[in-house]
């Protein structure tokens, strides 16, 4: 069964710090890999995702993220954070036809 | 326009009762889903349901009863609430059963008390 590993718990940066977190998931074959971000009181929105190809791909509000197939992994990453980044973050991975698993979640607290 | 709607957004209930949650999108997906997110923010699979037909059923307890009318609605109804079924439950759908992001309700936070 796939799962995914969220590495942060609670991130916590100042506005304007880069941000980097990890995701790494078990899985043999194929996957599409997705983060999502639930703002308070909110619910997911998709932030981006990997099919094939570029494995660096771009999604909104400026966040990236980078599948390392060797690493099993696929960080997600930000320049520079602002206040309204504020969130809980999930990586979900889903492979063959397995249903979309989620990570635990990296809550992702940005002060001025 | 809301893509995928969940009605109601609060529901406070006393242990033992049962009640429904109900779940539409207007997407033209085929197939919707229950997620359950505890107070850890944890999300768990409940449901998946494919053209009205049901696809997976985790590791639910059977007083939790998937019902879809068409592929547009899938609801959710529990019998016999107790405490531990306090979370808050999203309703999802994609366009195909695999490789599709899925598209989230607002949740319905339940409350058992």
């Known amino acids: 069964a796939q799962s995914v590993s969220q590495h942060n718990h609670h991130v916590i940066l100042s506005e304007a710090a880069s941000l980097e977190l990890g995701c790494n998931y078990s899985y043999g074959g194929t996957v599409n890999l997705f983060w999502y971000v639930q703002y308070p009181g909110q619910h997911l929105q998709l932030l981006l995702k990997?099919?094939?190809?570029?494995?660096l791909v771009k999604g909104i509000k400026g966040f990236e993220a980078e599948f390392i197939k060797s690493k099993f992994s696929f960080n997600l990453r930000k320049p520079s954070v602002q206040w309204s980044d504020t969130a809980e973050y999930f990586c979900a991975v889903m492979g063959g036809n397995t249903p979309l698993v989620f990570g635990k979640g990296t809550r992702l607290s940005v002060i001025a | 326009d809301t893509a995928v709607s969940q009605t109601p957004k609060y529901l406070v209930t006393q242990m033992g009762n049962d009640k429904s949650i109900k779940c539409e999108q207007n997407?033209?997906?085929?197939?919707m889903y229950w997620y359950k997110q505890d107070s850890k923010k944890f999300l768990k699979i409940m449901f998946s349901y494919n053209n009205k037909e049901l696809i997976i059923n985790e590791t639910v307890p059977n007083r939790f009863s998937p019902k879809s009318p068409d592929k547009a609605h899938l609801n959710l109804h529990i019998n016999s609430l107790e405490l531990g079924d306090s979370a808050v439950y999203f309703c999802?759908?994609?366009?195909?059963?695999?490789?599709?992001?899925?598209?989230f309700g607002n949740g319905t936070r339940l409350t058992v008390t």
């Open positions: 997407l033209g997906h085929d197939t």
């Open positions: 999802a759908s994609s366009e195909v059963h695999s490789g599709s992001p899925l598209h």
């Open positions: 990997y099919f094939s190809g570029d494995p």
